[in-house]
């Protein structure tokens, strides 16, 4: 469960371990005390039953205590939310294409790529947009995802705290290949990165700083027109 | 209740009554309640067949990674067409259609409903929408757009979604017309006596439900009208080439049919309540909350659609608000289920098939609702949206808790119904495949969903292979038990012992009368209880003996 690959990875799970903990104990004293009852009260040794028509104390306990547990959710969910949604400053800056059914990733120099690669330990953001349906770019080991809307943009934040090769996903439906977006986040380290980035925008001087048009992957030439307007 | 009533010698059932139609119109064109329910049963059960052959399609199409029997066009035809029929054909008129058609003026001492006729155009329009439905989905167009329809994709798909909606469109205006009929009969139609806190709770929950019905339903009507003004004349309203917002419609999309979820659940809470008291003998453990948390249940979940867009691109404040929000609902809901377990204390427990659904439903009802905690927080939500986790999580609340009691009442009130009784062995039997089907089939989603694969999915990564494999053996023992169950039904209608009017001891006021019911209700007119399950002088060893004699009577006039 515990995969650190960002510290906001440790803090969603340690939220669905809490909610989890709490859902499993809730089941279990539902379930133990449905069972206990079915069959200490059972017809055969208990034929005639004590009418009783509630209590007004146990009803407020049940409302009340569940209310401030699951508030202290509701808590727990929005400040993890809310302090990565804030950050403020962040070192790179990518811009994530979707369309039917692919994605594209421009780095800040212009490049576009087929793989995403980014710098481990550094404050990422994502700017996430569509051209045509919604999709979602999901980073399953990151757990977070966000719609790529056609006319607006969206944004995430990450900061991987290890080198690896992890899934991105589209988890929004958009048509027949929705299921085969499948594509690779490579977090490298830091001086590897930053030599690739080098070695690319030298690939590509002269389009670079005129325009976006010409990339490195071949059939983008049409994607980054798109991306114009 | 006299011996005499026990038999159908002293007067003409509701089957038997000669109309001026007769054969199948003496059907179609029947204003009784109870027909008209009967008709719901077997168009909704025929729909559901339809809508569980393509679940089972789907599932065998996961067993293997890559094509297994079709393509990905088909498949998501599949799932298009399994969400849309058991969604708007199956669970959403359900149980109410069926259930409250046929029980509310029977729990209430009513002759009918408020508008009769009113009803049978209520049954028509589901008829008509039900037809269009199933004729644009399966023979003219293999629709796409998953249930939701979501823009843009919806707009621009090449397959025609058109007639799709137009079904749709009609099918809400039977919601609403049903919605109307009851409010106005729970209001109008009360024998006299009885107040509305001591209505029995399957018609508090009806009531409810059609309140949300009512208020609800017009939204989705207008959102269809704006998306067929959109396909065929270019309205910029949801499509951003055109200057409209895709996430408006989400929005609208969701106001109704969050709000929809709880017109499913609440009618199934009711069945539990009453099969929970009838038996364990016993009235419902804090009756006045179970009325407010259902109408709770009916406000707060007015106000939470947008907990289904945490990753929608709207804004972070509307994201926490509707977070917050959403853990409301999750109160009175649990609350309901503290009373039920707390009805059972000190009762006189019989385990018949319904109660056995019902405490199966509890439990598995209960991992719907408390999964439902994971997606209502911002942060789990934004990793678990649109993943099996979802799958899992409404999956267990509708097949463990909704249909669960859409199968319970089928049992609970099929010797009213039919004036047979089934067979309890082969029920039971029925039950306790269903749970082990319904865990065997949806608990691995949640474990892939948490690894991270999302729904709505053609192929998948080798690493959720034995979860599928493991999810798709559980459907074939849900598909299973829920065959059995219908079988031993349709075989206790026409081979089942007479029942009597109260096989199972209820005490609310449709088992005051001989079953099947006469054409208008009650013989006598009622007298109500003042608390609805009245139990006060039960004893289980005396109601035995006395339906042993009650049998003996039966059999001695039957031979
Ligand atoms: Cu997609
Ligand atoms: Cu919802």
């Known amino acids: 469960m515990f995969e650190q690959t960002s510290k906001y990875v440790s803090t969603v799970d340690g939220a669905m371990l809490y909610i989890t903990a709490f859902s499993v104990l809730m089941l279990l004293l539902i379930t133990v005390a449905m069972i206990y009852f079915v069959i200490k009260y059972r017809a055969s040794k208990n034929p005639i039953p004590t009418q009783y028509h509630g209590n007004i104390v146990i009803e407020v306990i049940w409302i009340v205590i569940p209310t401030i547990i699951v508030l202290s959710m509701f808590y727990y969910g929005y400040t993890d939310f809310s302090e990565l949604r804030n950050t403020k400053e962040y070192d790179e800056e990518y811009f994530v294409t979707a369309k039917m059914w692919d994605w594209d990733f421009k780095y800040e120099n212009g490049t576009i790529t087929d793989t995403l690669y980014v710098p481990v330990n550094k404050t990422l953001k994502f700017n996430i947009t569509s051209l045509d349906v919604l999709h979602s770019f999901y980073l399953p080991a990151f757990r977070i995802k966000e719609d790529a809307v056609p006319g607006r943009d969206g944004f995430i934040f990450i900061t991987p705290l290890e080198t690896g090769v992890y899934d991105i996903a589209c988890a929004e439906y958009c048509g027949v290949n929705h299921w085969d977006m499948y594509k690779k986040l490579v977090v490298m380290e830091q001086d590897e990165y930053y030599a690739w980035v080098e070695s690319q925008s030298k690939e590509n001087k002269p389009e670079v700083t005129t325009s976006e048009e010409k990339t490195v992957e071949s059939e983008s030439t049409e994607m980054s027109e798109n991306n114009e307007n | 209740m006299s011996i005499n009533s026990t038999t159908n010698k002293n007067f003409t059932n509701f089957y038997q009554v000669k109309t001026k139609h007769s054969g199948l119109l003496s059907w179609l064109l029947t204003t009784d309640h109870k027909r008209i329910g009967i008709m719901y ?84 329009l589901y008829l008509v929408g039900a037809f ?156 006045k909350v179970m009325a407010y948390s259902t109408l709770a249940i009916a406000v707060i979940g007015y106000m939470v659609w947008a907990h289904h867009m945490f990753t929608s691109g709207m804004s972070d404040t509307a994201r926490t608000v509707f977070s917050f929000l959403t853990f409301f609902v999750a109160i009175p809901t649990g609350v309901k289920v503290f009373n039920w377990v707390a009805t059972l204390w000190r009762g006189t427990i019989v385990l018949s098939s319904p109660m056995l659904m019902a405490l199966s439903a509890i439990f598995l009802f209960s991992i719907g609702g408390l999964t439902g905690l994971h997606l209502g927080a911002i942060s789990t939500d934004i990793h678990l949206h649109d993943t099996y986790f979802v799958i899992a999580h409404f999956h267990y609340v509708i097949i463990g808790g909704i249909l669960s009691m859409f199968i319970a009442g089928m049992h609970y009130w099929f010797p009213k119904m039919f004036g047979t009784m089934h067979n309890e062995k082969v029920a039971k039997t029925g039950v306790v495949m269903y749970f082990i089907g319904a865990n065997v089939l949806y608990f691995p989603m949640f474990i892939m969903g948490y690894m991270g694969m999302p729904r709505r999915y053609f192929d998948y990564l080798p690493e959720y292979q034995i979860y599928h494999v493991v999810s798709t053996v559980g459907s074939w023992i849900l598909i299973s038990a829920i065959l059995l169950m219908f079988i031993n039904l349709l075989i206790g209608i026409f081979k089942g012992k007479p029942a009597g009017p109260n096989p199972w001891g209820a005490k609310t006021l449709e088992w005051t009368m001989p079953s099947p019911p006469p054409l208008l209700n009650f013989i006598e007119t009622p007298i109500p209880n003042h608390d609805p399950y009245d139990y006060h002088d039960h004893d289980e060893r005396v109601f035995r003996e006395a339906k042993e004699k009650e049998k003996e009577i039966i059999n001695q006039e039957n031979s």
């Open chain 2, 41 to 124: 049963l077997v168009s909704i059960l025929t729909f559901f067949l339809v809508g569980l052959t393509f679940a089972f399609l789907m599932r065998l199409e996961m067993l293997t990674p890559g094509p297994t029997i079709v393509d990905a066009q088909t498949y998501n035809s599949f799932f298009t067409l399994h969400g849309m029929i058991m969604v708007f054909l199956f669970i959403i008129p359900g149980i109410p259609a069926v259930f409250g058609n046929f029980f509310l003026p029977l729990q209430i001492g009513a002759e009918d409903v408020a508008f009769p006729r009113l009803n049978l155009m209520s049954y028509h």
């Open chain 2, 132 to 287: 269009l439905a199933l004729y644009s989905l399966i023979f003219q167009t293999h629709i796409d757009t998953g249930w939701t329809f979501y823009v843009p994709y919806s707009l621009r798909t090449g397959t025609d979604v058109t007639l799709t909606l137009m079904a749709a469109f009609i099918l809400g205006f039977s919601s609403i017309l049903t919605g109307l009929n009851f409010v106005t009969t729970c209001h109008r139609m009360r024998v006299k006596g009885m107040k509305m806190f001591e209505m029995p709770l399957f018609t508090w929950a009806l009531y409810s439900t059609a309140w949300i019905q009512v208020v609800a339903t017009p939204i989705i009507g207008i959102t269809i009208v704006l998306v067929l003004l959109e396909r065929s004349f270019g309205f910029g309203i949801f499509d951003p080439t055109l200057g409209g917002d895709p996430v408006l419609y989400q929005h609208l999309f969701w106001i109704y049919s969050h709000p929809a979820v709880y017109i499913m659940a609440i009618p199934a809470f009711g069945v539990i309540s009453d099969v929970v008291a009838t038996f364990s003998r016993k009235s419902v453990f804090g009756y």
